[in-house]
Nanobody
Framework: QVQLVESGGGFVQAGGSLRLSCVPSGRAASNYAMGWFRQAPGKEREFVAA???????TNTDSVKGRFTISRDNAKNSIYLQMNSVKPEDTAVYYC?????????????????WGQGTQVTVST
């Protein structure tokens, strides 16, 4: 069993930056891909970024060039550096541990999920 705790969310002005963190506990996640998803009010949960067990990453097009996912296996943690944020980035952000070492854009490929952290971007 893996519990995930996200932190780093909050209020930020458009154009600003935030860094989200996710720390799994209960079981090491270093052998599995991990990802970030987000869900805005009234919308479905969507993929943001994912990173393989080996460190290779992929982002959704809307955040390319602005968001960077990274992981520190020594700390059993992943991060999402969010730069040049936009109001449309406002959402609850969730981290998740995948079922395999390989990243996926599909939520069904992730087994464990955190409770989420709210990110609100103001104009």
């Amino acid at each position: 069993q893996v519990q995930l705790v996200e932190s780093g969310g909050g209020f930020v002005q458009a154009g600003g930056s935030l860094r989200l963190s996710c720390v799994p506990s209960g079981r090491a996640a270093s052998n599995y891909a991990m990802g970030w998803f987000r869900q805005a009010p009234g919308k479905e949960r969507e993929f943001v970024a994912a990173i393989s067990a080996g460190g290779g990453s992929t982002n959704t097009d809307s955040v390319k060039g602005r968001f960077t996912i990274s992981r520190d296996n020594a700390k059993n943690s992943i991060y999402l550096q969010m730069n040049s944020v936009k109001p449309e980035d406002t959402a609850v952000y969730y981290c998740a541990v995948a079922l395999s070492p390989f990243p996926s854009i599909r939520a069904v490929d992730y087994r464990y999920w955190g409770q989420g952290t709210q990110v609100t971007v103001s104009t």
